[in-house]
């Protein structure tokens, strides 16, 4: 069998071929955080095919699917175990690149496999980012709101913000381009790169430990002994992932609320030393306009156009450390600078977190999502529309729908979103004829309308199908006798059933 797949595929010979590979200096632990990357990365592709089977991407949508997948054992196991093992896939390309910097293995012939594996740990940061904000609750909404700003600060940068937003406002065009970043264009980005990381990695070959004469290293083989080391650390990596993931599962905030301007994100580990440096840098420069895109954007750039062009600024002839003092002094600063960022950023945010109130527990979220959109919405100062919804025992499963379905567009008070989510609390059309009214929720509504003299452009689902006679004719009164000032007749199931 292996003869005949031989002579017409040449498999047998190209794996013959790799797994003989000579390893400069023999066998290491210090070869595996390679193989311990891609391990992860195939680890991340797995677990996110599966959880595209139950998520489903749209203002009104993500956040229900997300809860539903908490709520299932299974289906949250998998997003606890995609959830770790994208920190550990950043860690683990970071340390790669530490350890190719700290060996000068970055010098020629492979400063094209530097360029390369730069632009996998970029792209590998893009996914983090991306995937943040894809439950849509409301660290992963305001959180994305920063990213989003910080690409709108620099000349031109307000059509890449609205490319990426998918318009003015944030909503469902957002989260499918997040979605489609995040699940497509990143992760082919992210396979072409590898590929090309281990092309030119096969024609370079592997560089070695630091030696003064480099021919004099005794040569080791891939297979069985470095094939043995690097499985050995992707078991390692493998139980620390499930570890963390069942310990530590991910938290699932109440449902995005845009009107709540109080909320502060808590940004991911491997960005707290940006948040950091928007935070450090006004205390000496003070809170010009510049300010803010010197810190977000300038700095930043710098350092990684710095790292980019390593190579051929590292001038020294060999690989040695003495020869490289300067680059490694640098590099030692450069970890100091991060990490302490990374402690300021951190603490910044729990000092702005003290002075709000108190919020739900994940157990409270999830087993009453409309209390929980409630009370997030609470942080705003308008206590009073929370309040209603809670003290409003006719309206109960009318809210409660409300809540689940509608708020993530038209906030929990009704107000919507500027230019393309229209309010519905003082609405005339929505306290006029309830036949209108029933229409729109059932068959949705798309492109421009007018409300009150104001354009809004936005897109609503249809939602015949999706929720009972009851439900709709529920969620209509509710909207229409509580919401601002709203005080029309309120619509029976009946007259939702007889709809045409």
Known sequence: MLNW??????F?????????????????YWYVFGSATMFAMIMQIVTGIFLTFFYAPSAATAWESTRAIYLNPFEHAILSIHYWGSSAMIALVFLHLLQVLIWGAYKSPRELQWVVGLLLLLVTLVLGLTGYSLPWDMDAYFASQVSLNIAGLPPGGAILQGIAQGGNVMGTNTINRFF??????????????????????????PAGPVAQDPRKLKPGRFWPDQMFMDAFASLIVFAIVIFLAMVLPPFLDAKADPTNSAFTPYPAWYF????????????FLGNAPWVEMFAAIVIPTIFVVVVF?????????????????????????????????????QDSIVAK??????????????????????????????????????????DANGSKVYATNCSGCHAATGLGQPGAIPPLAN?????????????????????????????YNGQMPAW?????NKDIADVITYIRGSLGTNKASPVKEADVASYK
């Open 272 to 283: 707290l030393s940006l948040f950091g440096l928007l935070n450090f840098v006004p205390i």
């Open 464 to 468: 015949k199908g999706q929720l009972s």
């Open 353 to 394: 977190e003290a002075q709000q109130p108190p919020s739900l527990s994940e157990a409270q979220i999830l087993a009453e999502p409309a209390a929980a959109t409630g009370a997030s919405t609470s942080t705003t100062g308008g206590a009073a529309a929370p309040a209603t919804v809670a003290a409003a025992p006719a």
């Open 5 to 10: 797949i031989e002579s017409h595929t040449g």
């Open 309 to 345: 062009l390593l190579p051929w600024l590292d001038r020294s002839t060999t690989r040695s450390f003495g020869s490289r003092a300067p680059i490694l002094w640098g590099t030692f600063i450069s970890i100091a600078a991060i990490v302490a960022l990374s402690i300021y950023g």
């Open 427 to 455: 609405n005339p059309v929505v306290t006029g004829d309830p036949h209108k009214v029933i229409g729109i929720v059932l068959d949705g509504l798309h492109g421009s309308i007018q409300v009150a003299g104001t354009a």
């Open 180 to 205: 489609g970043l995040h699940v497509w264009l990143m992760p082919a980005a992210l396979v072409a790169l590898v590929g090309a990381h281990l092309a030119i990695f096969r024609h370079n070959g």
């Open 12 to 28: 047998v010979s190209m794996a013959k071929d790799f797994l003989v590979e000579d390893i400069p200096g023999g066998a290491s």
